[in-house]
């Protein structure tokens, strides 16, 4: 690099910095009412609180002991806010209410329980505050009942009044500061011109301080709990593209603009899943089920998390379905809790900030996999970037997420490394270490997602028995041996480290019997439904499956297809089948049977879910995610022709296309997240 460069790249990394350091401060000037949810991500705010948070019906609350604090990471100064409290106290006993701040008094009131008013909201206005330190507010609620129980709160809010100002720690403007010079400098670093490189910092920092406008704690968590893992990706994404061996999987010219564009959609995916899964007001159930899992494994180890695995499959309900008059443990691996806890363990993470920002890191990594796929099937270089740019507001993916299918979401990444490993191989597949390579991706595959066995099989399969039918010399057969070897070596090590724990469970479905741990399940239904009746609240009955018939319908599973392509693709739907038609009949050889054999595995699941007599253990079956790579590269690789044609109207036909792409895409994101936001007001 040149001296001229040099400084260049160094002063528009030092107006990133200024620009990052500056922007949040402006916006908080304007910051709307900084809100705080008490519930399920209240753990960083909290001290002297009861241990855990409760349900009452929508509304999550959390009790206040005797004593408590709550801490904002937020300088609040000059003339007070106003402070506003939504709570209950559940005792007719009453309690005396003393609200403290800066070491004043801010308010005393009475709470007790109200039978014609359950939650009622307090305003405080606070008084002139110094803000030299993070704003602590003080509850102690004493009583003479004989119970370490305070009030039960919903949410706290702080609005700025005139002569108020809030203010960011100076450890959030570093952090801050640190995420937007990694913004500028890993793409300017791989590749990516200066003006694209500036032009994605200014981007992230613009956005992210109108965040901070917006929701201010939303802005300080998602940074603190997500910078470690944005720039981890950043730096692995960096060092595939860029240093490792593994560049060649990608067929891509190091440290070029293609390169620099690749790392791009990686940190813009990474970011903006963490948005979302690390909001405060994000919660999914799903979420408690697999942070607890992961949590176990750090803390006991492999050895007793294995013997109690089943257990407490049935114990937190992970994986279960009813057969029958019975329910069913359905094996479930534990590669996603394997990975997740060393985080817990050695890094330190909450658990459920672990399992989040794993499945953000691998899912955002997949980009890379699509690129590399799209390579192995012949697209340019041009046509492979622009189908790892469909991934980061692929809206599978983000409702994925937000429903909390971590495991899922792994597993699939893991199946496009090896869809990826097949493509860039097939040709020396038939060799030993290829051969490896591929049973050990696959066995890896296996151990992380059940799904994975049925998808990949079936997909493997189908593109066998057309390439046999297609090629019958001798060089066909010998590779077709190789990869039904590799499946089948790959199935061995899963088999027998995990999947054998379920063979007497299989044999018990069979014979409609049940199992010894199905107890602990309906004592848990009994305590819930016990805990329902006291609290007058009815279960809502589950909405049947239009999909699912006890009879054999071909047009349903094809309906079920069709419908399904449609809810996660909307009016992209056609957008996504034209443009795998174009690279089908485009494609030649290998490369077209292969992609003939993955589109067709997508509508072979949903026959089986579909079509055949249900539900069938083919009901849960991943469809979608197996053939997201395929949709991205059709998309892609459609959005490139039309625009390589050089044609006016096709290029403003792939301009309309590319920006509706990301305006739909954008809008199901803020869809997925504010639809897990519950708030009473």
Not at 23 to 34: E, I, T
Request: proline share 5%; hydrophobic share 55%; glycine share 8%.
């Amino acid at each position: 690099m040149s001296k001229g460069r040099f400084r260049r790249d160094a002063l528009l990394a030092i107006l990133v910095a200024l620009f990052a350091a500056g922007a949040p401060l402006l916006a908080l000037h304007f910051s709307r009412p900084v809100l705080l949810d008490f519930g399920p991500n209240d753990a960083d705010y909290v001290r002297g609180f009861r241990q855990d948070w409760e349900r009452d019906g929508r509304t999550r609350f959390h009790w206040t002991t005797q004593a408590a604090n709550v801490r904002l990471p937020l300088l609040v100064a000059g003339e007070g806010p106003l402070l506003r409290l939504r709570y209950r106290r559940h005792f007719v006993e009453p309690a005396t209410v003393r609200l403290t701040v800066e070491g004043r008094t801010a308010a005393t009131f009475q709470a007790q329980a109200d039978p014609k008013l359950a939650y009622r909201v307090v305003q405080v206005p606070l008084p002139e505050l110094e803000g030299r330190h993070p704003f602590i507010v003080s509850i102690e609620a004493h009583s003479e009942l004989d119970r370490p129980l305070g009030i039960a709160l919903d949410w706290m809010e702080l609005q700025p009044q005139p002569g108020s100002r809030f203010a960011l720690l100076t450890s959030t403007l570093f952090r801050f500061v640190l995420a937007g010079l990694a913004a500028y400098l890993l793409p300017r670093l791989a590749g990516a011109p200066p003006t694209l490189a500036m032009a994605h910092a200014a981007g992230l920092v613009a956005l992210s301080a109108w965040g901070a406008q917006r929701n201010a704690l939303a802005f300080e968590r998602v940074l603190r709990e997500g910078l470690g893992a944005y720039l981890a990706v950043g730096f692995a994404a960096f060092a595939i593209i860029v240093f490792s061996r593994f560049h060649r999987l990608l067929d891509l010219e190091r440290r070029s603009t293609l390169a620099g564009g690749l790392l791009l959609c990686v940190l813009i995916a990474m970011a903006i899943r963490l948005v979302i899964l690390l909001h405060p007001q994000f919660y999914y159930p799903d979420v408690r089920v697999h942070s607890t899992f992961a949590l176990v494994l750090a803390r006991r180890g492999l050895a007793e998390f294995g013997a109690a695995f089943i257990e407490n499959q049935f114990r937190w309900s992970l994986g279960l379905q009813q057969v029958g008059a019975h329910w069913y443990a359905m094996p479930y691996p534990p590669g996603f809790y394997v990975l997740a806890s060393p985080l817990i363990a050695l890094l330190g993470y909450r658990a459920e900030v672990a399992v989040e920002v794993l499945a953000a890191a691998l899912n955002s990594l997949e980009a890379l996999a699509v690129f590399a796929i799209a390579r192995g099937l012949g697209l340019t270089a041009s046509s492979a970037l622009a189908s790892s740019a469909i991934v980061p507001l692929l809206p599978l993916f983000l409702a994925r997420l937000s429903l909390a299918y971590f495991p899922a979401i792994v597993g699939h990444a893991l199946d496009a490394i090896v869809i990826a490993f097949f493509l860039a191989a097939r040709g020396s597949l038939a060799g030993r270490r290829a051969l490896l390579w591929l049973a050990s991706l696959l066995a890896l595959s296996f151990l992380a997602y059940t799904q994975s066995v049925v998808s990949l099989t079936l997909l493997l399969g189908l593109f066998l028995c057309f390439e046999l039918i297609a090629d019958r010399t001798g060089d066909a057969r010998r590779r077709a041996l190789a990869v039904t070897f590799a499946c089948a070596l790959a199935g061995v090590a899963p088999f027998g480290l995990f999947y054998v724990r379920y063979v007497p469970a299989l044999r018990a479905m069979s014979e409609g019997r049940a199992v010894a741990e199905e107890r602990i399940l309906l004592e848990r239904f009994e305590r819930e439904e016990r805990a329902r009746a006291a609290a007058s609240e009815e279960l809502s009955p589950e909405e049947p499956d239009p999909y699912a018939g006890a009879n054999l319908d071909l047009l349903r599973g094809i309906r079920k297809a069709g419908w399904r392509l449609y809810v996660f693709y909307g009016v992209f739907a056609p957008v996504v089948v034209w443009g795998f038609l174009r690279l089908a009949l485009t494609l030649t050889g290998s490369q077209a049977r292969f992609t003939w054999a993955w589109a067709l595995s997508y509508v072979a699941l949903n026959f089986g879910s579909g079509s055949l007599p249900g539900p069938n253990l083919l009901r849960y079956n991943k469809d979608l995610e197996l053939i997201a790579p395929l949709a991205c590269v059709s998309m892609g690789g459609l959005l490139l022709g039309l625009w390589g044609r050089g044609d006016r109207s096709r290029r403003i036909i792939a301009a309309g296309l590319a920006l509706g792409w990301t305006a739909f895409g954008a809008t199901r994101a803020v869809q997925y997240l504010t639809e897990t936001f519950v708030l009473e007001r």
